[in-house]
């Protein structure tokens, strides 16, 4: 006859209160180190893109000591005039990338409804858009749309994305902004007709200081940091955030989509 099977072996014993402590104690651990490693990062980030613009001052100024032309005193003061506006636009997004997750880890989420904010974005837009510049469209259910977020911010992620199609869209072009329930999921995306995000850098248009930028636009409007802090309001609010390229039949790009999903209310 066959041996009996072997009896099942004892199941674990329970979890006292000592090896629970240790465990929320490890992991709050390595959520402390993992947050100095992105502050460490992050500092260092902003030390690299403030030298910039500090240096290209710092030899304006010397150069200009010497100079007694005034045609050129003036070209190397314009200089300077556009340097400091560059660093005070970084330095007043840096201040705003460092206070998003505070913020939004305090401030509780609540139902928002899309319909009327996109509708009043559009008209802002149009009342304000300069002759030859896009024009906005939305396309969005009229008997509401309502997420769980924190209106302001959500509000700053859009106006973000719509000027950044702005941006890159030709003369007269269409911005599109449109909204849907998908379930669960409510998305939102901005489409431009503009000449796509390079396929190289689709996985880092949401870094810090991306620097990609419509050609004949001047040095230094834009600080790099305004997809960055979309995302992390956006991924802070249990959200995702990704962009693509647009294309036609023929497979040809012809503009970029953002794509925004936030849970429904």
């Known amino acids: 006859a066959a041996p009996p099977p072997p009896p099942p072996p004892p199941p674990p014993p329970p979890r ?10 490890d992991e709050s651990a390595s959520a402390l180190w993992a947050r100095m490693d992105a502050i460490e990062r992050f500092a260092a980030d902003v030390s690299h893109e403030i030298k910039n613009p500090l240096t290209s001052i710092r ?30 636009r970084l330095i007043s997004d840096i201040s705003d990338a460092s206070r998003v997750d505070a913020e939004l880890s305090r401030t509780p989420t609540e139902p928002v409804d899309l319909s009327p904010i996109l509708a009043t974005l559009a008209e802002l837009h149009e009342a304000t858009r300069e002759e030859g510049g896009a024009h906005l469209a939305v396309d969005a259910p009229a008997d509401g749309l309502a997420v769980r977020a924190v ?3 959500l509000v700053q992620v859009l106006r973000n994305l719509i000027a950044n199609a ?31 995000i390079p396929e190289a850098r689709l996985e880092h248009v949401f870094e810090r200081f991306y620097s990609e ?14 997809l960055s802090i979309s995302r992390q309001i956006i991924e802070a609010l249990r959200g995702t955030i990704s962009a693509e390229n647009r294309r036609d039949a023929d497979g040809r790009v012809v503009g970029a989509r953002f794509v925004v999903r936030l849970p429904a209310a």
């Open 59 to 88: 030899s304006a100024i010397e150069t200009l000591r010497r100079l007694s032309d005034p045609e050129r005193q003036q070209r190397l003061l314009a200089i300077i005039a556009e340097d400091v506006h560059r660093l005070d």
């Open 151 to 153: 209106e302001g911010r």
């Open 16 to 25: 006292d209160e000592i090896g629970e402590l240790a465990d929320a104690r």
């Open 166 to 196: 702005v941006s890159f869209s030709p003369k007269d072009g269409t911005i599109h902004l449109t909204g849907r329930q998908l379930g669960p999921i409510v998305e939102i995306a901005v489409e431009d007709e503009g000449p796509g």
């Open 213 to 226: 930028r419509p050609r004949g636009e001047r040095f230094g409007q834009h600080s790099g940091l305004g």
